[in-house]
C-alpha cells in the first residue's frame, strides 16, 4: 500500500460509470434467497443479556487493557488500548467487571481467546460523549483516528479495521458503498437501509470529507426495492448529486469485494493487489452507519444489527444486539427449537460456520444466526469422486479451476496450489454449491490454505532460528578469540615482567638461541664456530651480569652492615646512656641498687648481643644468596662447556656413522659377489671408503647417508662394468680360441 | 608407417597438453569456495539445532550428507525431510531412525529455577533469557523444541509442552472440535 497505484481509475471509466454503464464477474450462482422471513419486521433491541463476553485477543495479540476485576464500566467505556492497527474494545453496557479470562471465541475452531466478563446491572448507564462540534473542519488523522478509537470494523463479514481504509485519501478515485447483501438469509443491511437511510447519507458524507473521492456509488442489489427507494428518499431530502445509487442484477457473490468493483467499474484487480490499486475504496453500509454515529453522535461501536433466521427460530427478524452478548440468550429469546441435527450457523448458508453451542459471544463481525430446520437444509448427500465435469470452474467468480485445486489440495501439493492461484480463492461456496458429487470444496480449500500458511509460518520461524544458531555461533566464535588474544596478552605482559626482573636479558629467548645453536651445532664446521663463538659471547655477557649482580649484592650487604652497626651504636649508645643514668640514680639513691645496675647492665648486654646476632645473620643471609648466585654461574657455565663438548665431539653420532658405513660396505660386498665371480680386490676401496667416512663423520647424518649412497652406487656402477667388460674379453678370447682351433683344424684337414 | 604414428602420437600429445592447460586454468580460475549443497541441504533441514542426528547443529549435518552420511537422522524433519533430502541427493529415501514427535516447546517452572544459567548456555538459539542467580524463561517463539536445555538443568524444572493451538495455528479440522449441541429443547 505504500507503493503509488498505478492502474487507477481513468476520468472516461469514471464517466462510463456514471453513465448507467455496469460490468459483471465470472459465473456467480443464483441461490434460494430466502430473505422475506427476516426483512418484514423492523429491527429491535435485543436487551441487556446478565452477562456480556468481549474478546479483546485477536491474532494472539492482547492489547493493553485499561479495566481490571471488580471495576465499574460504563456503556461506552474503552476496554482497552489501540494496539498496532487493532481498534479499541468498548463495554456494550454498565456493569462490572466480574472476570478477564479465556472464552470461547466465534470462530469455527471453537478456541478459547481472552474475554473480559462484565456482569450487567440492567441500567443500561452511557458515558457522556464529546462531540465533534463540525467534523467538516476537523483533519483527516483526526477522524481516522476517532473512527480507531471508536472501535469499527467492517461489520460486512470480513472485520478489516475501517481505519486503515480510510488511509488513502491522496489516491481515491471511487468509493463504492457496499449494500448488497447477496448471501440468502442475511436482511440486517437491507432493514438498516430501510430504517436509517438518512444516516447512512450522513455517514457518506463523512466518508467522502475523509477520502475526497471523485464519485461515490451506492450498490444494491435489485432484490432489496425497498432499501433502495429508502435511500432515494434520503438522497433526494438531501439533494445531494455526487452519489449514486447502483441497483444491480441478483446473483451471488457480488457482495464480494473483488466482484463488486468488477460490476461497477468493469475492470478486475489485479491478482494478489488491493483494491486501492485501482483508486477504489469500499465500505460495508452497516460500517457507514456506524461511522456516522462515531464521527457525528461519537458514539462507539457497542451494537449491530444481526438477521435471526431460520424456521428453528420462533421468532425472526433483525435485532440490535450489543456486541458480547452470549448467543444463548438470544436463543432463549427468539425461541430457538432445535431439531434433529440442528445445525446453528454464524453467517449465511454459503459463507457462514456452524457452532456447536451457544455460549459464544455476538462479536462485531456476527451479521445473521441462522438455524435452519433439516426441512430447509438437508443433511448433505456424501461425497462422491469428482467426475470432472467443470460445473464449478463456470460458476466460479474468480476464475479459478476449482477442480484442479481440488485435486492438488487432496494431494496436499503446495506448490501447485500456489501456481493454480488457490490464494485468490473466496471462499463463496459458489463451486460447492453446483457440485454434483456434493463435494465441499471449500472445505478443501480452507484446510490447504491453513496447511500453507502454516507451512509459510514455519518456514519463517526455520529460518530464524537458523540466524540465530550462526548470530550464536558467530558470537562464541568472537569470545573465543577474545580469550586467546587476552591470554596471550597476558603471556607477553608476564614475559615483559620477567624481562625486567632478569635486568633486560630475554632468558626465554637467549634459552631458545641456545637451543637452536645447539641444533645446528653438527653442521658445518663455520656454522659451529660461531655459533661457539656466540655462546661464548653470551656467556661473557651472562658473567658480566652476574658480576654486576653480584657487586650490586655485594653493596646492599654493606649497607645493611652499616646500617647494622649504626643501630649497634644506637643501641650501645642507649645502654650507655642508660648505665649512666642508672650510675646517676645510685649516686643519687643508695648504693643497694647495684641489682638495678647489673640487670641494666646485663639488659644492655642481651641487646647488643641480639643487635650483633641480628647483623651476623643478615650478613649469613647476603653470603647465602651471593653462594647461589655464584653456584648458578658455575653451573650455568658448566652447561655451556657441557654444550660445547657435545658440539665437538659426539661419540654416539661417530658410531651410528661408522655403523651405517658398515652395512653399506656389506651391501656393496654382496652386490659384487653376485655380479662377479673373479674375485676383484674391493677389499681395499671399501677400507678407503669407510675411512672416508670416518673423515667425515661429523658432517650431517643425511647429508652424508645421501653422500654415501651415490658413492657407493657409482661402485657397484663401476664394478657391474668392469665385471661385464671382463666376461666380454673372455668371450672374445673363447672366440678367438675357437677361431683359432678351428683355423688349425682346417689347416690340419 | 611409423612416420605416421608418430604423427598420431604427436598429434594427441599435443591435444593433452592442451586440454589439461585449459582444465588446470579453469579449476583454478572457477573455483567455487563453499560446496552450494551444503546451503540447498541446510534449508530443508528444519533447524532445531537439536543434534540428534549426532552433528553439532543442522549445518554441520548438511555438511555430512553433502559428503554421504545417511539422510535418516533427522527426526524432526521426519519423513517429509528424509524424503527432500533424497531427491535433492538423488538417492533412494532411506528407513528414518527415531520417530517424528510432535512440536514441542520448552518451558521453565520458574519456581524450581535457582538462576545457574546452564540451560542459557545449551540453548542453541539463544531462545532462553535470564542471568545467574536469576530466573530464567523460554522465548516461546524462538524455542526449536530440540530439548537440549532438559538434560542440563540441575533441579529438572524445564519440561517440554506441546503448542497450544490457537486461532492462527488452526488447521480447520472441524471433525475435532468438541461437539456439545444443544438438544434438550
Keep these: 500500500m505504500t507503493t503509488k497505484p498505478i492502474n487507477l481509475l481513468s476520468e472516461e471509466q469514471l464517466a462510463a460509470i456514471l453513465s448507467g454503464k455496469t460490468g459483471s464477474f465470472h459465473g456467480g450462482i443464483h441461490p434460494p434467497e430466502n430473505k422475506q422471513q427476516s426483512n418484514q419486521n423492523a429491527i429491535e433491541d435485543a436487551g441487556i443479556p446478565p452477562f456480556l463476553v468481549i474478546g479483546i485477543e485477536h491474532k494472539g495479540h492482547i492489547p493493553e487493557l485499561l479495566v481490571n476485576v471488580g471495576d465499574p464500566v460504563l456503556k461506552g467505556q474503552a476496554l482497552s488500548k489501540v494496539y498496532g492497527a487493532m481498534v479499541v474494545q468498548h463495554a456494550s453496557s454498565s456493569g462490572i467487571v466480574s472476570a478477564i479470562e479465556k472464552r470461547t471465541d466465534l470462530h469455527p475452531s471453537g478456541l478459547p481467546i481472552l474475554s473480559i466478563v462484565i456482569e450487567t446491572d440492567g441500567l443500561d448507564r452511557s458515558i457522556a460523549y464529546n462531540k465533534f462540534s463540525d467534523y467538516q473542519s476537523q483533519a483527516t488523522p483526526i477522524l481516522i483516528e476517532a473512527v480507531q478509537n471508536a472501535g469499527i470494523i467492517g461489520l460486512g463479514g470480513a472485520g478489516f479495521p475501517s481505519h486503515l481504509k480510510l488511509s488513502h485519501s491522496e489516491s481515491t478515485k471511487l468509493l463504492i458503498i457496499n449494500a448488497v447483501e447477496c448471501e440468502p438469509y442475511i436482511t440486517a443491511d437491507d432493514r438498516l437501509m430501510q430504517e436509517y437511510g438518512d444516516e447512512i447519507i450522513t455517514g457518506i458524507n463523512v466518508l467522502q470529507h475523509m477520502l475526497k473521492p471523485e464519485l461515490t456509488v451506492i450498490a444494491i442489489e435489485d432484490n432489496k426495492p425497498e432499501a433502495i427507494a429508502a435511500l432515494n428518499f434520503a438522497l433526494h431530502k438531501s439533494q445531494q448529486t455526487n452519489i449514486l445509487i447502483r441497483s444491480i442484477p441478483t446473483r451471488y457473490p457480488s457482495g464480494s469485494e473483488k466482484q463488486l468493483i468488477e460490476i461497477i467499474t468493469g475492470q478486475q484487480t489485479p491478482i494478489g493487489k488491493h483494491p486501492t490499486e485501482l483508486g477504489v475504496v469500499m465500505h460495508n453500509v452497516g460500517t457507514v452507519f456506524a461511522i456516522k454515529e462515531a464521527i457525528i453522535d461519537s458514539k462507539p461501536l457497542v451494537s449491530r444489527i444481526v438477521t435471526i433466521t431460520g424456521d428453528a427460530f420462533h421468532k425472526k427478524g433483525n435485532v440490535s444486539v450489543r456486541i458480547g452478548t452470549p448467543i444463548q440468550y438470544l436463543l432463549d429469546k427468539y425461541k430457538f427449537n432445535a431439531g434433529v441435527s440442528q445445525k446453528l450457523i454464524i453467517g449465511g448458508p454459503l459463507m457462514g460456520f456452524s457452532i456447536n453451542h451457544g455460549d459464544v459471544p455476538v462479536t462485531k463481525t456476527c451479521n445473521c444466526i441462522l438455524a435452519p430446520s433439516l426441512?430447509?437444509?438437508?443433511?448433505?448427500?456424501?461425497?462422491?469422486?469428482?467426475?470432472?465435469?467443470?460445473?464449478?470452474?463456470?460458476?466460479?467468480?474468480?476464475?479459478?479451476?476449482?477442480?484442479?485445486?481440488?485435486?492438488?489440495?487432496?494431494?496436499?501439493?503446495?506448490?501447485?496450489?500456489?501456481?493454480?492461484?488457490?490464494?485468490?480463492?473466496?471462499?463463496?461456496?459458489?463451486?460447492a454449491f453446483v457440485c454434483p458429487s456434493s463435494i465441499p470444496l471449500v472445505e478443501y480449500y480452507r484446510v490447504a490454505k491453513a496447511e500453507i500458511s502454516s507451512a509459510e509460518q514455519q518456514a519463517k520461524k526455520t529460518e530464524i532460528a537458523r540466524i540465530r544458531f550462526e548470530n550464536r555461533n558467530a558470537r562464541l566464535q568472537q569470545a573465543k578469540l577474545a580469550r586467546q588474544a587476552k591470554h596471550k596478552e597476558a603471556a607477553a605482559k608476564r614475559q615483559q615482567q620477567l624481562k625486567e626482573q632478569n635486568g633486560g636479558e630475554d632468558l626465554i629467548a637467549a634459552a631458545l638461541a641456545r637451543a637452536q645453536a645447539k641444533k645446528q651445532a653438527p653442521g658445518t664446521d663455520s656454522s659451529e664456530n660461531k655459533s661457539i663463538a656466540i655462546d661464548l659471547k653470551k656467556d661473557a655477557v651472562a658473567a658480566a651480569i652476574a658480576r654486576a649482580k653480584a657487586k650490586k649484592a655485594a653493596a646492599d650487604s654493606r649497607q645493611k652492615n652499616t646500617g647494622d652497626n649504626r643501630e649497634d651504636a644506637v643501641a650501645a649508645a642507649v645502654a650507655r646512656a642508660k648505665a649512666k643514668k642508672a650510675a646517676a640514680d645510685s649516686r643519687q639513691n643508695d648504693a643497694g641498687d647495684d641489682r638495678k645496675n647489673a640487670v641494666a647492665a646485663a639488659v644492655a648486654r642481651a641487646k647488643a648481643k641480639k643487635s650483633a646476632a641480628d647483623s651476623r645473620q643478615n650478613d649469613a643471609g647476603d653470603d647465602r644468596k651471593d653462594a647461589a648466585v655464584a653456584r648458578a654461574k658455575a653451573k650455568k657455565a658448566a652447561n655451556t662447556d657441557s654444550c660445547e663438548n657435545n658440539k665437538t665431539t659426539d661419540p654416539r653420532k661417530d658410531a651410528v656413522a661408522a655403523a651405517v658405513a658398515r652395512a653399506k660396505a656389506k651391501k656393496q660386498a654382496k652386490a659384487e659377489s653376485k655380479h662377479t665371480k673373479s674375485a676383484e680386490p674391493d677389499n681395499s676401496d671399501v677400507i678407503a671408503a669407510r675411512e672416508k667416512r670416518k673423515e667425515q663423520a661429523r658432517l650431517h647424518k643425511q647429508q652424508k647417508n645421501q653422500q654415501a649412497d651415490s658413492k657407493a652406487s657409482g661402485q657397484t656402477d663401476i664394478d657391474n662394468k668392469q665385471a661385464a667388460d671382463d666376461t666380454k674379453k673372455a668371450r672374445i678370447a673363447a672366440a678367438i680360441a675357437k677361431a683359432k682351433a678351428k683355423k688349425s683344424a682346417q689347416k690340419e684337414q | 608407417m611409423i612416420i605416421s604414428i608418430a604423427i598420431a602420437i604427436f598429434t594427441l600429445g599435443i591435444l593433452a597438453a592442451l586440454f589439461g592447460a585449459l582444465l588446470g586454468y579453469s579449476s583454478l580460475r572457477f573455483k567455487v569456495k563453499e560446496d552450494p549443497i551444503v546451503e540447498e541441504l541446510d534449508a530443508i533441514l528444519p533447524q532445531t539445532q537439536c543434534g540428534q542426528c549426532g552433528y553439532p547443529g543442522c549445518?554441520?549435518?548438511?555438511?555430512?550428507?553433502?559428503?554421504?552420511?545417511?539422510?535418516?537422522?533427522?527426526?524432526?524433519?521426519?519423513?517429509?525431510?528424509?524424503?527432500?533430502?533424497?531427491?535433492?541427493?538423488?538417492?533412494?529415501?532411506?528407513?528414518?531412525?527415531?520417530?517424528?514427535?510432535?512440536?514441542?516447546?520448552?518451558?521453565?517452572?520458574?519456581?524450581?529455577?535457582?538462576?545457574?544459567?546452564?540451560?542459557?548456555?545449551?540453548?542453541?538459539?539463544d531462545a532462553i533469557v535470564g542471568s545467574t542467580r536469576q530466573m530464567h524463561t523460554v522465548i516461546g517463539d524462538e524455542c526449536t523444541g530440540c530439548e537440549l536445555c532438559v538434560a542440563p538443568c540441575p533441579t529438572d524444572c524445564i519440561e517440554m509442552l506441546p503448542i497450544a493451538l490457537n486461532t492462527q495455528n488452526w488447521q480447520w479440522k472441524l471433525n475435532v472440535i468438541p461437539c456439545k449441541t444443544d438438544t434438550e429443547r
Design chain 1, 375 to 431: 426441512q430447509e437444509a438437508p443433511e448433505a448427500p456424501a461425497e462422491m469422486p469428482c467426475i470432472r465435469c467443470a460445473e464449478c470452474a463456470h460458476v466460479c467468480p474468480a476464475e479459478l479451476l476449482p477442480q484442479q485445486l481440488l485435486w492438488y489440495a487432496k494431494g496436499k501439493d503446495q506448490q501447485k496450489l500456489e501456481e493454480y492461484n488457490l490464494a485468490s480463492c473466496i471462499e463463496c461456496g459458489a463451486c
Design chain 2, 59 to 125: 549445518k554441520p549435518y548438511a555438511q555430512a550428507i553433502a559428503n554421504g552420511e545417511d539422510i535418516n537422522k533427522c527426526p524432526p524433519g521426519g519423513e517429509a525431510v528424509m524424503r527432500k533430502l533424497a531427491e535433492r541427493m538423488g538417492i533412494e529415501p532411506q528407513q528414518l531412525q527415531g520417530e517424528k514427535k510432535p512440536k514441542l516447546v520448552a518451558f521453565i517452572h520458574e519456581d524450581l529455577c535457582i538462576g545457574c544459567t546452564k540451560c542459557v548456555q545449551a540453548c542453541p538459539v
